[in-house]
């Protein structure tokens, strides 16, 4: 924790959906908007939603999660007044093989906003961390519903720690996982920091459906952590280690082992075993 972040005296900032609109630039992204103090999962209630018909574009967010869910079946701690929940509901129209695509898309998206708001480099580990300083700050959870071979809606789950400070979390965790507070020494702004977000991802959004996956994979590649590092991958009683060499048009990652053997990763846990800098000199 630095002391600059630690001594400041904090006000939580209420999440109103006035407050969230006002000065919000989004055509679709947030303009139909239901706000919970308290809800199990954000994607869980973004399911209930779009089931039901909810437009393109809804975003369901909850100041507190008692069941929030990250990947690979993990909890996502969610505690009141600090961080933003938010799952977004989208009806993208194309092929279900690009949805691993989307998620790299997003996290780009993210990271952008949240340098522009705190000054500060984002980078991504694949597929979906978000790291400052080498620490996690945000995660994506994309869920999609597939029938007949058409995408009938995708929930995008979005966690950023944004005031929370380290010392609220087991210290287990306090090596790995980080806020945006905790890192700039500053208090964010919890509602122009999704603003941000929204704006930026409406953007990506529009340009995903036309732009070719080079482009969207360039832009990822500019950003990552993972790749040309040596990585652990586990999967059900498999372990593999190698270099994460490069990623496929849809957006797996290429591990090259020690054999020379290529393995496709799609949605395994990935560990980064050396600091990032030994890797990429
Ligand atoms: C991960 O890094 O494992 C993904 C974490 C995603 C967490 C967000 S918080 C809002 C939304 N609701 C959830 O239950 N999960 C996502």
Redesign the pocket.
């Given at each position: 924790m630095t002391s600059q972040a630690s001594s400041r005296a904090f006000r939580s900032q209420p999440l109103t959906p006035d407050a969230i609109r006002s000065g919000l630039k989004t055509e679709r992204l947030g303009q139909t908007l239901h706000v919970y103090d308290r809800t199990e999962?954000?994607?869980?209630t973004a399911h209930a939603l779009a089931k039901k018909g909810a437009p393109e574009g809804t975003v369901v967010l909850a100041n507190t999660?008692t069941?929030?869910?990250?990947?690979?079946g993990?909890h996502?701690i969610?505690p009141p007044d600090v961080n933003l929940?938010?799952?977004i509901i989208l009806r993208p129209v194309g092929d279900p093989q690009r949805v691993g695509l989307w998620t790299l898309a997003a996290a780009n998206a993210v990271a952008q906003a949240i340098e522009q708001t705190v000054g500060l480099p984002a980078r991504l580990k694949w597929p979906?961390?978000l790291l400052i300083h080498h620490k996690?700050v945000a995660?994506?959870?994309l869920e999609s519903v597939v029938q007949k071979g058409q995408i009938r809606y995708l929930v995008l789950?979005?966690?950023v720690n944004v005031n929370l400070l380290c010392e609220a979390l087991p210290k287990t965790l306090r090596n790995s996982i980080s806020s945006l507070r905790q890192e700039s020494g500053r208090v964010v702004d919890r509602i122009r920091l999704l603003q941000r977000i929204l704006e930026t991802l409406e953007i990506q959004y529009r340009s995903f459906q036309v732009e070719p996956p080079g482009k969207i994979l360039n832009a990822y590649t500019a950003r990552s952590e993972t790749l040309g590092r040596s990585v652990r991958v586990q999967d059900q009683g498999h372990e593999w280690t190698g270099i994460a060499e490069g990623l496929t048009p849809e957006g797996a990652l290429i591990l090259r082992r020690r054999d020379r053997e290529e393995v496709i990763i799609r949605s395994d846990d990935v560990v980064h075993v050396r600091p990032s800098h030994v890797a990429r000199d």
């Open positions: 999962s954000t994607n869980s999660q069941r929030g869910r990250g990947r690979m993990r996502w969610s929940y938010f799952s979906n961390d996690k995660g994506l959870l789950g979005i966690g």
